[in-house]
């Protein structure tokens, strides 16, 4: 599979020149599980491109994969000529972390274009390195006025829908490309390691739908080499690599990084899976995860949330933005049918409920964004038992539902302004408005949800709303029927507007072909917008 990138911007040209020069020799036949040509002789390559995450206003993460032991070296230059340079030596790269690795990058100029270049050296001869790869980025902005845009969408690869080569891969990821964000907000479903490709799939209009393949995309992924080769199968995709190179991203999990509708002490009944114990086999997804994504608070040898570090953190983008990356799936309590009238775990933990509002009250950003990986007031079934939060009773808070509102209560009283919701996870587009006055319980402030996705995988029609917390559905883009495929139905993404004159927020629900769908205007410092 190979599909070109058209028209690059002129500012970012010789960026996506060299990242997509780098991936250019990347052969499907050798991009499923085992690194590409692990040969014992020649130079290191890094044809997988590069990546940043967790960008601030002074720092942020560089991430590469090797096809061999390898030193990684970034430098980092204020402008594309690399005329001035400054040197960061990272890691050696290894069988140990499936030979990726990530560099922090400290002591950066805010609010600047960074250009970096990635250069892989030979561990036991330094003097043999491999071509550099190249990458940009923008650090946050240490003034007010310079404002902040950032797009966010989740759910990649799922459903039985990859890279289609015939449709170009994921077009989606280079019309966000295009329109250069600040960074990008991934809201979980990165991968569906539970959801085996076939070759080919006919639509129901007789079209044929064509994957590109890897073994490991063939089953569910229960080895930690198959997770790998999971979140390797996505960098399969040019659109992909060319953003990666040109667009920092915050990302969180949700379910299918490990299994759906998984949680901690679940063991399956699922046939095809030989290992059953879910703890097992979201260690293995976590520990993958951390070594795939730059991620602050994840360690790339086999800490994650499973094995001591953690998905949730917040990311300072100056001081407009503060973005709290919520992880509801690592402490939350089995599926259930919803209905307890005391549930201390939640969807978050005690834990991560207290760190929240910790962090929350510290926080002096003109808007506060609550990344979730699920809605709050939509009912998200799994079979009988509940899935999300919200459980379809529309009385007094019951079940996960109790977190939720002990969280909006203490949004209020603490007088917490410029609060929202970003998520994905439904596999359509809509905008909630959260209101007391229509809610069964009304101690909060009112709220806006957006909800964005997916991205790269099916689209499925609406969820019904849950009445407990007073959503009314202002708008929603949802197909009529389960499962249609990229090639039936639109993708979507949101994208996200703070002005750093007035401070005015705009969110932005788009769909892929450059339409936008819906767009609302949120003022800072005010409550019931």
């Known amino acids: 599979m190979s599909h070109s990138v058209p028209g690059p911007t002129p500012a970012r040209r010789s960026v996506l020149r060299g990242s997509l020069a780098a991936s250019a020799a990347l052969a499907l036949g050798g991009a499923g599980a085992a690194a590409p040509a692990l040969a014992l002789s020649g130079r290191p390559r890094a044809a997988w491109g590069v990546q940043t995450g967790d960008v601030t206003a002074s720092s942020g993460l560089v991430w590469v994969r090797s096809d061999r032991p390898a030193r990684m070296v970034v430098e980092t230059s204020a402008s594309e000529s690399f005329r001035r340079t400054h ?17 922090a990058l400290r002591g950066l100029p805010a609010g600047e274009q960074i250009h970096y270049r990635v250069t892989l050296a030979d561990p036991d001869d330094p003097r043999r390195t491999g071509e550099p790869v ?65 070759p080919s799939v006919t639509l129901p209009d007789g079209r044929v739908w064509r994957n590109v393949m890897t073994p490991e995309k063939a089953k569910v992924a229960e080895t930690l080499d198959e997770y790998r080769g999971q979140f390797r199968y996505n960098l399969l995709d040019d659109n992909v690599r060319a953003f990666n190179a040109q667009v920092p991203s915050i990302v969180q999990w949700d379910d299918h990084e490990v299994r759906n509708n998984w949680y901690p002490g679940q063991i399956l009944e699922d046939a095809r899976y030989a290992e059953k114990d879910v703890d097992v086999l979201a260690a293995r997804a976590s520990r993958a995860f951390a070594e795939y994504f730059p991620v602050s608070t994840l360690h790339a040898r086999g800490d994650g949330p499973s094995t ?72 998200v079934p799994d079979g ?94 949802a197909p009529e029927r389960a499962n249609l495929s990229p090639m039936e139905s639109p993708q979507y993404f949101g994208e996200v507007d703070i002005d750093g004159g007035s401070g005015e927020l705009t969110v932005r629900l788009r769909a892929e072909g450059g339409t936008v769908l819906f767009s609302k205007v949120l003022r800072p410092g005010r409550v019931g917008q």
């Open 134 to 198: 190249v990458g940009t980025f923008r650090t946050a902005p240490a003034r007010r006025r310079d404002g902040v845009r950032f797009l966010w969408s989740g759910d990649i690869a799922g459903q039985g829908w990859g890279i289609n080569p015939d449709i170009g891969g994921f077009r989606a990821f280079e019309e966000m490309r295009r329109l250069d964000p600040d960074f990008f907000l991934c809201s979980g479903d990165t991968i569906y390691a539970d959801g085996p490709l076939q």
């Open 87 to 103: 040197r960061h030596h990272g890691p050696l790269l290894g069988a140990g972390s499936d030979f990726t690795g990530t560099t």
């Open 308 to 379: 001591g570090g953690r998905m949730h953190r917040v990311v300072r983008y100056g001081p407009l933005l503060d973005v709290f990356v919520l992880d509801m799936r690592s402490y939350r309590n089995a599926n259930s049918p919803g209905r307890q009238a005391d549930d201390t775990s939640g969807i978050l933990g005690a834990e991560q409920l207290a760190w929240l509002k910790r962090e929350l009250s510290r926080s002096r950003a003109v808007w506060k964004v609550l990344a979730a990986d699920m809605p709050l007031g939509l009912v």
């Open 384 to 477: 009988t038992n509940i899935e999300a939060i919200a459980q379809g009773d529309p009385g007094a808070p019951l079940g996960r539902e109790l977190q939720i509102a002990e969280l909006l209560r203490f949004i209020k009283h603490r007088r917490i302004t410029g609060t929202l919701w970003l998520t994905a996870d439904v596999h359509y587009t809509s905008a909630q408005h959260y209101a007391p006055e229509r809610a069964a319980f009304q101690d909060f402030a009112p709220f806006w949800e957006f909800v964005s996705g997916p991205l790269a995988a099916g689209g499925f029609p609406a969820n019904a709303l849950d009445a407990t917390f007073g959503p009314e559905r202002v708008f929603v883009r």
